[in-house]
């Protein structure tokens, strides 16, 4: 994209235009959250100006067309992933709720003792503590694949890892932390040879590249609302129906049901089995509204675009050599994490705040991979398509100047 284009994109974000501590905002904290733009949030207003009811309960005027542009949105998000079917995609709050919901239904019923469920060592937590609670619960065998000296995942290790007992894998398709993505359709291509089901986070790719489930064979494929522009509290499961349609619900109440007597109960069609209750219908319908500002600007044109960024960063920040960088130097992703030497990443989190920069600090909700990277924490700053070269210049001179302030260097 040109500088005008950015221009434009930027335009629709008014977050981007403050001040923070007296400096221009260089907002790098993409993979936490992205900032919503003002087409969204118009569109937003106005469901709830003309619009607002619930859905699934009523015949009338604005019941009808609320169900119509939930439903709507659920086509939305089945035509963004290339879904088979509408009815394989269902709303939950959000990406852990989804993994939570596959851990608690299809685990429960398909996980025995003595089975293997394998994950490997960079995923987030919400990946990660269902399928250790679930083996727990179960006396399941708990396996991580492991990392190679560049810090990607170790494919010799996939295969060592994947056996013929292996009932569930759980993957990340681009880590949160280690900036890169992972030969997804290789690992499931593995994992289905011994019959086992993939589960696949997808909370750091869908907003950044394009994503098609039926062509890497994902059985789950689980993605949050607001790390797409869209509102918090909207999440997505995908499953295929086959999976989906031999899972009973772990949600029970209004709107998910069949028949209902005393004693017995039977279950609704997919998805509302899996919808219990009122839904986050404002949520459903912005995450539709977000797919469709996305597609304005074309997912390869985002994909293409962050990938600059991507590399003009790389080439910034690998010259500071006060700085050690996780994940490989190429084909990163636009996830940034790294440390500067002697300082505390909260500390250099905090100063870099003073400058306008936001980024994040912390273990990332991934403590066995910090583990494994033999450190604590880190810094991580993150980029999306509102991103400009602006900002990483910022972030840059913000690094050196923490580093001198902090080390006295210069």
């Known amino acids: 994209m040109d500088k005008e284009a950015i221009t434009k994109i930027r335009n ?24 919503m733009p003002v087409p969204i949030l118009h569109k937003i207003n106005s469901f709830y100006q003309t619009s607002y009811a619930n859905v699934h309960r009523s015949v009338d005027t604005l019941g009808f067309n609320a169900t119509k542009q939930y439903e709507e949105a659920r086509g939305k998000v089945a035509s963004f992933i290339n879904a088979a079917d509408t009815n394989e995609i269902i709303f939950t709050s959000g990406c852990t709720d989804s993994l939570n919901l596959v851990a608690a239904t299809y685990g429960e019923q398909n996980i025995h003792e003595q089975d293997e469920i394998v994950l490997t060592i960079m995923e987030h937590h919400s990946n990660l503590l269902p399928w250790q609670q679930l083996a727990k619960r179960k006396g399941a065998i708990l396996k991580y694949i492991d990392l190679t000296e560049s810090q990607t995942l170790d494919l010799d290790d996939v295969k060592k890892k994947i056996t013929a007992k292996t009932k569930i ?20 291509k593995i994992a289905h040879q011994v019959g086992a089901v993939v589960v696949v986070d997808g909370a750091q790719a869908v907003s950044h590249f394009p ?9 789950f494929y689980a993605f949050s ?29 209004g709107e998910m049901i069949g028949n209902v007597t005393k004693y017995n109960a039977t279950w609704a069609d997919l998805p509302q089995k899996f919808e219990a209750g009122t839904p986050n219908i404002v949520g459903a319908i912005g995450l539709g509204y977000a797919i469709d500002y996305l597609h304005e600007i074309g997912m390869n044109r985002i994909q293409t675009y962050e990938n600059e960024l991507s590399k003009y960063l790389m080439q910034k ?34 100063a870099l705040d003073m400058q306008g920069i936001e980024v ?18 880190t810094v991580r700053a993150s980029l999306s398509f509102y991103n400009n070269k602006e900002d990483i210049d910022q972030l840059i001179a913000g690094i050196s100047e923490t580093e001198e302030f902090f080390n006295g260097t210069k």
């Open 169 to 188: 894998v759980a993957i990340a398709h681009a880590s949160n932390i280690l900036g890169m993505m992972n030969p997804i359709e290789e690992v499931i």
């Open 317 to 350: 920040i690998e010259k500071l050599d006060f700085v050690a960088i996780y994940g490989p130097k190429e084909n990163h992703t636009g996830v940034f994490s790294f440390n500067l030497k002697n300082i505390h990443p909260h500390d250099v989190v905090t």
């Open 12 to 35: 629709d974000f008014p977050i981007l235009k403050q001040k923070i501590n007296g400096n221009r905002l260089a907002y790098l904290d993409n993979a936490a959250t992205m900032q």
């Open 360 to 377: 994040k600090a912390g273990h990332h909700c991934a403590q066995p991979l910090m583990h494994r990277l033999g450190v604590e924490s």
């Open 211 to 219: 994503v098609d489930v039926q062509k890497m064979d994902a059985d």
């Open 225 to 253: 609302g607001h790390k797409m522009l869209a509102p918090t509290g909207i999440g997505v499961l995908y499953g295929k129906k086959q999976l989906l349609d031999q899972m009973t619900p772990y949600r029970f109440g």
